[in-house]
């Protein structure tokens, strides 16, 4: 997240208003490996895919992407 210039704040946002890309997304796999594709604009303006699991009530964020900018990091 952090090399790709993406907050906690941001992925929430993304979470609570983006929209599902069912082109990106798995939801065809069995309970707690599905795999939703949510994309949006942020506040500051950035475009992002946040890829999350959902099992049962816990979402886990699998990673986050700036549709915009192709970030230069290397992510260890």
Do not use: F
């Not at 090399?3 to 890309?21: L, Q, S, V, W």
């Not at 490996?33 to 942020?42: C, I, Q």
């Not at 950035?46 to 192709?70: M, N, P, W």
């Amino acid at each position: 997240m952090e090399c790709r210039h993406i907050t906690e704040n941001e992925i929430a946002e993304i979470i609570h208003n983006g929209k599902i890309d069912y082109r990106k997304s798995q939801l065809q796999a069995d309970d707690c490996h599905k795999r939703y594709a949510l994309e949006g604009n942020t506040d500051e303006n950035q475009y992002l895919r946040v890829i999350v699991a959902e099992c049962g009530d816990v979402l886990t964020v699998i990673t986050c992407i700036d549709l915009k900018q192709d970030w230069p990091c290397s992510c260890h």
